[in-house]
Nanobody, 126 residues
Framework: QEHLVESGGGLVQTGDSLRLSCAAS????????MAWFRQAPGKEREFVGG??????????YYGDSMKGRFAISRDNDKNLVYLQMNTLKPEDTAVYYC?????????????????WGQGTQVTVSS
C-alpha cells in the first residue's frame, strides 16, 4: 500500500484555479493507479479522475462534471500526482482525497482503492 498525503487545498473564489498535490511513499507508485475523489457534506464520495500507466504507456480518465476543467498529471520520479482545477465553481466545494490501487484499470468507485490520504479541503466562494 501507498502512504498518501494531499496538500494545496484552500479557499478560493468562483472562476479561480487551484492545484492539489498528492505525495506518495511506497515502492509501487510508478505502477499504481492514482485517483482523485471528492466528498461534499451529506454526499457520497465522487470520482474526480485517475491516471494509470495503462496498456499504451499512460492514460487519464475523468468524471463527467470535471472534463475540460480538471487535469491530472503525475511525476513518477518524485512520487507525486497533481490535480489542476480550473474555472472552479461553488459546487466544487468538497474534501478532495487522493487514492491508489495496483493494476492498470482506472476504477471510478471508491471501494476499489485500498490506499487513501487524509483529504484536503477545497472551498469555492460565490
Amino acid at each position: 500500500q501507498e502512504h498518501l498525503v494531499e496538500s494545496g487545498g484552500g479557499l478560493v473564489q468562483t472562476g479561480d484555479s487551484l492545484r492539489l498535490s498528492c505525495a506518495a511513499s511506497g515502492e509501487t507508485f510508478s505502477s499504481a493507479v492514482m485517483a482523485w475523489f471528492r466528498q461534499a457534506p451529506g454526499k457520497e464520495r465522487e470520482f474526480v479522475g485517475g491516471t494509470s500507466i495503462g496498456w499504451g504507456g499512460g492514460e487519464t480518465y475523468y468524471g463527467d462534471s470535471m472534463k475540460g476543467r480538471f487535469a491530472i498529471s503525475r511525476d513518477n520520479d518524485k512520487n507525486l500526482v497533481y490535480l489542476q482545477m480550473n474555472t472552479l465553481k461553488p459546487e466544487d466545494t468538497a474534501v478532495y482525497y487522493c487514492a491508489s490501487r495496483r493494476g492498470l484499470f482506472i476504477y471510478t468507485t471508491a471501494r476499489e482503492y485500498n490506499s487513501w490520504g487524509q483529504g484536503t479541503q477545497v472551498t469555492v466562494s460565490s
